[in-house]
């Protein structure tokens, strides 16, 4: 509050002002404005920016590697007794390394709050729906199983990609990334 008499700053439960001694009525108590409680500032690698983070360091890497395994593992013995080809286990290699590859980068980048974290994310979620595609298309053998895969990978990045669009954080956290916040 201010001192209608001299303007000096009047402490919150001060019953006169501090600088002139004119004592504070009840009525301008009353009528002064509350005290400004700062708004709520998201910002920071917490909430859902936290489990993005976590999932692109943690469960993708072990996820793909868990599936490169297991696919390694069914085409060598399905090669070594049906004479198969090895082909859609490379496909399937190279596209699940590269989207693993991609996430570690992203998460990173958002972790360390680079400027160039959402850029970097944007990229890797392309990155995802082209590798789930390939994959659901090299994969699966009927196209009921094919296309859930692709509309899983498809849901995945429309949800995260909208995330970093629309999301208060994102554009607190990272300034430079063109996200307007709402």
Avoid at 155 to 166: E, I, S
């Amino acid at each position: 509050m201010v001192c209608t008499s001299c303007g000096a700053q009047i402490p919150e439960h001060a019953f006169a002002c501090p600088e002139c001694t004119r004592p504070i009525r009840v009525r301008e108590v009353l009528e002064s404005p509350p005290a400004l409680v700062p708004a709520v500032k998201y910002t920071g690698v917490e909430g859902w920016l936290a489990f993005l983070v976590f999932y692109l360091l943690f469960l993708l890497p072990l996820g793909s590697g868990i599936g490169l395994v297991q696919k390694l593992r069914s085409s060598l013995t399905d090669a070594s007794t049906q004479n198969g080809s090895l082909l859609p286990t490379l496909i399937f290699s190279v596209a699940s390394i590269l989207a693993a590859g991609t996430g570690i980068y992203a998460g990173i980048a958002l972790w360390k709050i680079y400027p160039n974290a959402v850029a970097a994310t944007k990229r890797f979620l392309v990155a995802f729906l082209i590798s789930g595609i390939v994959i659901s298309t090299v994969q699966y053998h009927t196209l009921e199983d094919r296309i859930w895969g692709i509309a899983d990978a498809l849901a995945f990045c429309l949800v995260w990609y909208a995330y970093l669009n629309r999301s208060r954080r994102i554009a607190n956290t990272y300034p430079h990334s063109a996200v307007s916040p709402t």
